[in-house]
């Protein structure tokens, strides 16, 4: 066995490192590719990715570069870079160092958002005249997202926190991927058809153009459209657009912003009251004030046997008006907190979340669809069983009818 002087990992890509740059070609590489995750650094550095079909290379054009464009970078774009090929040492990873970077056309998922984009706006779908208002004070708002994703978390803080008057139904739904529109769409229409929700929130956290594709879709916007219940898209971060946002009754620039427009604050709700409050019981004292000053202005019009006694009498009067005023502002303040406390407590019970968290579950088949019979699978079936913190994957053993559902069928 031969033995070798062991190389450090850093070692190792600064090796590396050097290689490819005495690589004549690598040092002056012009790349043709599509932006992909594309994020401008508040430092003034841009971070992508450039893809065609069959590959990905991580990209980086630093401000002085950056500051020379003469156009706007965005995710879909076709783009023609020229720059050198390095390595980041801490991570080992080799990527494009971008000096100057043009437009070559515009990427196929770009055409296709644009595309879609013009023919629903002249179709009207992006009507002004067509959104809803959104109610002021929801009883019941339903959420269309992954049941454990950041966003659902999100969301429930907020809401729960803002404004614990409304109660929250989650439908579990896939937003990313294969059979995620369907799946979207699903949701949609069995909100618009139980009308189980005053308002509905309908989106998932950032990522990349492709991530985010669902909500380009044509069946969801028409889903959207068509919904009579009114909607707030809340997909991504503020920088995302979809079709989606345009098409929705109200665009949040995140789920957590879209949580905050759907519901009042009960902490200003609590402020106005208060104050409404207070401008009645200063109200009330002055009035009472004022009575007390005219009971001690002689009355030269009227015959009194004992003026004395009739002040006393109706000083004594008003004062019991005034304790009794008093009492009862602060019984109803006393009963407005209670309700308060009652309504917190039967949000945070219903919590889709704390439903997983004790031993509940959605099994959903291999298409992604929700199973709710046994009707709806066959042995072999490949399920997948959706847990408080991930997932599990299954395969049907055997499919049993209880004693009760047998009994339904042979009536029926």
């Given at each position: 066995?031969?033995?070798?002087?062991?190389?450090?990992?850093?070692?190792?890509?600064?090796?590396?490192?050097?290689?490819?740059?005495?690589?004549?070609?690598?040092?002056?590489?012009?790349?043709?590719?599509?932006l992909s995750n594309f994020k401008?650094?508040?430092?003034?550095?841009?971070?992508?990715?450039?893809?065609?079909?069959?590959?990905?290379?991580?990209?980086?054009?630093?401000?002085?570069?950056?500051?020379?464009?003469?156009?706007?970078?965005?995710?879909?774009?076709?783009?023609?870079?020229?720059?050198?090929?390095?390595?980041?040492?801490?991570?080992?990873?080799?990527?494009?160092?971008?000096?100057?970077?043009?437009?070559?056309?515009?990427?196929?998922l770009y055409a296709a958002f644009?595309?879609?984009?013009?023919?629903?706006?002249?179709?009207?779908?992006?009507?002004?005249?067509?959104?809803?208002?959104?109610?002021?004070?929801?009883?019941?708002?339903?959420?269309?997202?992954?049941?454990?994703?950041?966003?659902?978390?999100?969301?429930?803080?907020?809401?729960?926190?803002?404004?614990?008057?409304?109660?929250?139904?989650?439908?579990?739904?896939?937003?990313?991927?294969?059979?995620?529109?369907?799946?979207?769409?699903?949701?949609?229409?069995?909100?618009?058809?139980?009308?189980?929700?005053?308002?509905?929130?309908?989106?998932?956290?950032?990522?990349?153009?492709?991530?985010?594709?669902?909500?380009?879709?044509?069946?969801?916007?028409?889903?959207?459209?068509?919904?009579?219940?009114?909607?707030?898209?809340?997909?991504?971060?503020?920088?995302?657009?979809?079709?989606?946002?345009?098409?929705?009754?109200?665009?949040?620039?995140?789920?957590?912003?879209?949580?905050?427009?759907?519901?009042?604050?009960?902490?200003?709700?609590?402020?106005?009251?208060?104050?409404?409050?207070?401008?009645?019981?200063?109200?009330?004292?002055?009035?009472?004030?004022?009575?007390?000053?005219?009971?001690?202005?002689?009355?030269?019009?009227?015959?009194?046997?004992?003026?004395?006694?009739?002040?006393?009498?109706?000083?004594?009067?008003?004062?019991?008006?005034?304790?009794?005023?008093?009492?009862?502002?602060?019984?109803?303040?006393?009963?407005?907190?209670?309700?308060?406390?009652?309504?917190?407590?039967?949000?945070?019970?219903?919590?889709?979340?704390?439903?997983?968290?004790?031993?509940?579950?959605?099994?959903?088949?291999?298409?992604?669809?929700?199973?709710?019979?046994?009707?709806?699978?066959?042995?072999?079936?490949?399920?997948?069983?959706?847990?408080?913190?991930?997932?599990?994957?299954?395969?049907?053993?055997?499919?049993?009818?209880?004693?009760?559902?047998?009994?339904?069928?042979?009536?029926?």
């Amino acid at each position: 066995m031969i033995e070798r002087q062991a190389l450090t990992v850093t070692q190792v890509n600064l090796y590396v490192k050097q290689l490819i740059s005495r690589d004549d070609i690598l040092s002056n590489v012009l790349v043709k590719g599509e932006l992909s995750n594309f994020k401008a650094h508040s430092s003034g550095h841009m971070y992508m990715s450039l893809k065609d079909d069959t590959g990905v290379i991580r990209a980086v054009m630093f401000r002085s570069a950056a500051a020379r464009l003469d156009f706007k970078p965005a995710n879909g774009m076709k783009v023609l870079a020229r720059g050198r090929v390095g390595v980041y040492e801490r991570d080992g990873q080799y990527q494009l160092y971008i000096e100057h970077m043009e437009q070559d056309g515009i990427g196929d998922l770009y055409a296709a958002f644009e595309k879609l984009k013009n023919k629903l706006d002249k179709e009207g779908l992006f009507s002004p005249g067509a959104k809803k208002p959104l109610p002021k004070y929801p009883k019941t708002i339903g959420v269309i997202t992954a049941p454990t994703g950041a966003a659902i978390r999100d969301i429930l803080n907020i809401l729960s926190r803002r404004f614990a008057y409304s109660d929250v139904l989650l439908y579990p739904a896939l937003v990313q991927g294969e059979n995620s529109a369907a799946s979207i769409v699903e949701a949609i229409n069995y909100f618009d058809k139980t009308g189980t929700a005053d308002v509905l929130i309908v989106g998932r956290g950032g990522g990349s153009i492709e991530d985010l594709w669902s909500f380009n879709e044509e069946s969801v916007a028409r889903a959207i459209y068509n919904c009579r219940i009114p909607i707030v898209s809340a997909v991504g971060h503020e920088v995302d657009f979809t079709i989606s946002d345009f098409v929705a009754d109200l665009r949040a620039p995140t789920p957590s912003a879209a949580a905050e427009l759907v519901v009042p604050s009960q902490t200003e709700l609590r402020e106005k009251f208060n104050n409404v409050y207070l401008r009645l019981y200063t109200c009330a004292v002055r009035i009472i004030e004022k009575k007390r000053l005219e009971l001690k202005v002689p009355a030269e019009s009227r015959v009194l046997k004992n003026p004395a006694s009739a002040i006393d009498n109706s000083r004594i009067y008003l004062d019991s008006l005034s304790r009794s005023f008093e009492n009862s502002c602060q019984r109803l303040l006393s009963e407005k907190k209670h309700t308060l406390r009652e309504l917190a407590s039967k949000l945070e019970a219903l919590s889709p979340l704390d439903m997983l968290g004790r031993g509940f579950s959605v099994t959903r088949s291999g298409d992604g669809m929700v199973i709710s019979s046994v009707e709806n699978v066959s042995e072999g079936d490949r399920i997948s069983v959706m847990l408080r913190d991930g997932s599990l994957g299954a395969v049907v053993k055997s499919v049993e009818e209880t004693q009760f559902r047998s009994q339904n069928k042979s009536e029926r």
